[in-house]
């Protein structure tokens, strides 16, 4: 890593305006990855939501999840990553009626956006601790089934544990490159490869070989296909830019149901505010963000699910995927009332 100093003098001969954001990034990493003695990640009773946890632990606490609550919970495998993961999903929702509307989420398409997972997780001990005592919760997981799957790109984020810490993609291999993985977000097929995507396998956007090249890709799409009927809603956590985007993503264009998705999109943002008075950005994710070609909401959306969202949490910069584990709760807190927004409101009927 660069050390900061060296910065300072470069930037100062060079007259380039600059800011110190982070003078020891290593010592950030090692705040996050429990290099401390002291650190207590989990007890024996209580699992911790308010740190990063590593891929084993999620996987240990999917299963406990699955154990304690066998009337609100079912935990399968829709298949295996490419270095042989499971790819696991949790499905929550009281067993009332065997067709209920479904909501998608995912976190941790990409590896190195910690909050993601710690959001999913977050999500799913919420709707279970408050099912009982919050009439809208209760109200939610009745009349709707949630697919919950908390770390998409279970290699990536492993590697990012272990190896990287800002790694993103898959780690698949590909043939003649020394270079590894695919960004997961630039896989699916829809528009794949075209603007905001790379066709070469050294870069972040890299789109692969071939659209659902990737397992984990091939697997979430073989799923979502096939409870197309069901799912309603595909929302997607990643980090970081403090926004709420829906398609397009790879055009500039006015979906056909504008109007039902920016409502959706408002209204969720409006509740978010109301936890802290974080602004959160919102619209269609090309004008928002930026053009990319390939990604899941382009791809949910054309596939008929009507409402399709990537949210990107905390913070706008200044921590950037370093993001603190003191900020787990009101990020995840916040998010938390816009998510419930829109699943609020598939149970309605959108007029506009």
Avoid at 103 to 125: L, M, N, S, T, Y
Avoid at 166 to 173: G, I
Avoid at 262 to 288: C, D, I, M
């Amino acid at each position: 890593l660069v050390d900061a100093y060296m910065c300072t003098d470069i930037y100062t001969h060079t007259h380039i305006l600059y800011m110190v954001l982070i003078s020891n990034l290593q010592t950030e990493i090692e705040k996050q990855i429990g290099y401390r003695s002291s650190r207590k990640r989990r007890s024996e009773f209580q699992y911790d939501y308010e740190v990063y946890h590593p891929l084993e632990e999620i996987r240990s606490w999917m299963f406990e999840m699955n154990r304690t609550h066998p009337h609100l919970v079912d935990l399968f495998s829709i298949g295996q990553s490419y270095e042989g993961r499971p790819l696991y999903v949790l499905q929550l929702g009281k067993r009332t009626r065997p067709f209920k509307k479904a909501v998608w989420i995912d976190c941790g398409v990409h590896a190195r956006e910690w909050i993601g997972p710690a959001f999913c997780q977050w999500f799913v001990k919420e709707a279970l601790n408050s099912y009982q005592h919050d009439s809208s919760m209760r109200r939610l997981m009745n009349q709707l089934n949630f697919y919950i799957m908390p770390v998409f790109n279970v290699d990536g984020y492993h590697y990012s544990w272990k190896t990287d810490r800002f790694w993103r993609k898959t780690r698949s291999k590909i043939p003649k490159y020394h270079c590894r993985g695919v960004d997961a977000n630039r896989n699916w097929k829809v528009k794949w490869c075209d603007e905001g995507a790379s066709l070469h396998p050294c870069d972040d956007t890299y789109c692969g070989p071939f659209p659902e090249s990737e397992p984990e890709v091939k697997a979430v799409a073989k799923f979502l296909r096939k409870h197309r009927k069901r799912v309603k809603a595909y929302i997607s956590i990643h980090a970081y830019a403090q926004m709420l985007l829906y398609p397009y993503s790879y055009k500039y264009a006015t979906i056909p149901n504008f109007n039902c998705v920016e409502s959706a999109a408002q209204n969720a943002v409006s509740a978010l505010y109301s936890a802290y008075g974080v602004r959160y950005r919102y619209g269609p994710a090309s004008t928002t963000l930026y053009v990319s070609s390939g990604s899941s909401i382009d791809w949910a959306y054309k596939n008929g699910i009507p409402y399709a969202f990537a949210f990107e949490l905390r913070d706008t910069g200044y921590y950037g995927f370093l993001l603190p584990e003191t900020l787990i709760h009101p990020t995840c807190t916040e998010t938390m009332r816009a998510v419930k927004t829109i699943a609020s409101g598939l149970l309605k009927k959108c007029t506009k």
